[in-house]
T-cell receptor, first 112, second 116 residues
């Protein structure tokens, strides 16, 4: 089942903060965050693993609440380059191999 | 290039035509995924390969969709008798891992299919 993201869209001024939420009706194994700019490939931001381990490449933080089956992505002091659509992906575990189920996305626009 | 390459980038097909979309994953990547992304939506899982084996095709929307990866590297997604609802961006992603996804998926830029 597809995770639910909120808000669907947000507009910020450069330097402002934003929080994007992702919730699932199923127990979360891990949560992945990606950003996609228009016409481009989704780019990996961060993985949050069960047990609290966090792996990421950028200075963007996130939380993972296993009990609430939620994750939040925190964008602080936003830059123009943060504009894009953010997707959370929840890992579906199967014997055949795990895959990601993505939410509908949150469109973020950062204005000067 | 070192990334995932997809071709064609854009494809316009008349309803009823067959199309083939190609994905060149990063060399050595074991896992390969196909996703369908409708306009303004998140990517939806279609199918998954581990080397040449198609381990999961539960996301393929109909029997008009077929995917293969015969030598465990390049993959082709074929859509027969295209319909307007097939219009979407088709994303390919690869990973050096199999089983648990403890690292990132590397996505291609996608093939945008428009069915008239």
């Amino acid at each position: 089942q597809q995770p639910v993201q909120s808000p669907q869209a947000v507009i910020l001024r450069e330097g402002e903060d934003a929080v994007i939420n992702c919730s699932s009706s199923k127990a979360l194994y891990s949560v992945h965050w990606y950003r996609q700019k228009h016409g481009e490939a989704p780019v990996f931001l961060m993985i949050l693993l069960k047990g609290g381990e966090q792996k990421g490449h950028e200075k963007i933080s996130a939380s993972f609440n296993e009990k609430k089956q939620q994750s939040s992505l925190y964008l602080t002091a936003s830059q123009l380059s943060y504009s894009g659509t953010y997707f959370c992906g929840t890992e579906k575990v199967s014997n055949a191999g795990n895959m990601l189920t993505f939410g509908g996305g949150t469109r973020l626009m950062v204005k000067p | 290039g070192a990334g995932v390459s997809q071709s064609p980038r854009y494809k316009v097909a008349k309803r009823g035509q067959d199309v083939a979309l190609r994905c060149d994953p990063i060399s050595g990547h074991v896992s390969l995924f196909w996703y369908q992304q409708a306009l303004g939506q998140g990517p939806e899982f279609l199918t998954y390969f581990q080397n040449e084996a198609q381990l999961d095709k539960s996301g393929l929307p109909s029997d008009r969709f077929f995917a293969e990866r015969p030598e465990g590297s390049v993959s082709t997604l074929k859509i027969q008798r295209t319909q307007q609802e097939d219009s979407a961006v088709y994303l390919c992603a690869s990973s050096p891992r199999q089983g648990e996804l403890t690292g990132e998926l590397f996505f291609g830029e996608g093939s945008r299919l428009t069915v008239l």
